[in-house]
């Protein structure tokens, strides 16, 4: 009888640690586009006050990391997402090793690739979004993320272009706050006219990216917004 006690509770004492641990991935994932909204809001906030105090451009591209995953996390199968932070982890070491070895180009092929998946992470967001018949809070962050995540990704598909072949805007050193910066006046189509597309490649992304976020504001947002309401007074 003594004897069996301590094993007991050794199995009592690693039971919670288990228990805890598949608790706040179920959390998570219950929560994963608030999560993902708020990430990308300290993000954005981060970023520009980053690149004033002259910190590194990994850190900046760090944060994007973590947003990156956090966006493309949820829509994996839970067998799959430990391929998907292998793969990660190599896409991140790879963008500052192909700077380091002065691989400039494939760098910015890299980033190029990092801004693709984070544009499928935005239609995965705003389908999950659009595919609930009940719409609740974790609906509506879904798609403020999506709308967030194609403003800084398309913005930093502009500013890798702008690296590979300069003159495709009128800022002539775009820096990746600046790109970022144009990628959402171009998504609300405030059109300040400060920096200007000059290429038709980069105006016709630009011409993609107005017309969707007018499109996105105009039928997403507004269903949702209009279910969510609806629910609440039910």
């Known amino acids: 009888m003594t004897s069996g006690a301590p094993s007991r509770v050794q199995a009592l004492s690693s ?11 179920r959390s998570y994932l219950k929560r994963r586009y608030m999560v993902l909204f708020y990430t990308l809001l300290v993000t954005m906030a981060a970023s520009p006050v980053l690149a004033t105090l002259g910190m590194s451009g990994t850190l900046i591209e760090s944060l994007l990391a973590i947003c990156l995953l ?10 799959h997402r430990i391929a998907l ?4 982890a190599i896409a991140w070491v790879a963008r500052p090793l192909t700077v380091w070895l002065g691989l400039e180009t494939l760098s910015m092929v890299t980033l190029a690739v990092w801004t693709l998946i984070g544009v499928f992470a935005a239609a ?27 403003g800084v990704y398309f913005g930093l598909l502009y500013w890798a272009l ?4 300069p003159g495709m805007f009128s800022e ?8 970022i910066y144009f990628s959402f006046v171009t998504l609300v189509t405030v059109g300040y006219g400060d920096i200007v597309p000059r290429l038709d490649a980069t105006r016709g992304l630009a011409i993609i990216e107005g017309v969707g976020g007018q499109l996105f504001l105009a039928v997403p ?5 209009s279910s969510y309401s609806s629910a609440g007074k039910e």
Do not use: C, D, H, W
Request: net charge positive; aromatic share 8%; no cysteine.
């Open 162 to 165: 702008a690296q590979v072949r």
């Open 85 to 88: 932070l292998i793969v990660m």
């Open 15 to 25: 039971a919670p640690n288990q228990s805890s641990i598949s608790y706040y991935g």
């Open 124 to 150: 995965a967001a705003l389908r999950f979004a659009m595919s609930g018949t009940k719409v609740g809070a974790e609906q509506l962050f879904a798609t403020l993320s999506a709308y967030l995540l194609a």
């Open 221 to 225: 947002v507004a269903r949702l917004v």
């Open 172 to 179: 002539s050193n775009l820096s990746r706050s600046g790109a």
């Open 70 to 79: 956090a966006a493309v996390m949820p829509i994996v199968e839970e067998k």
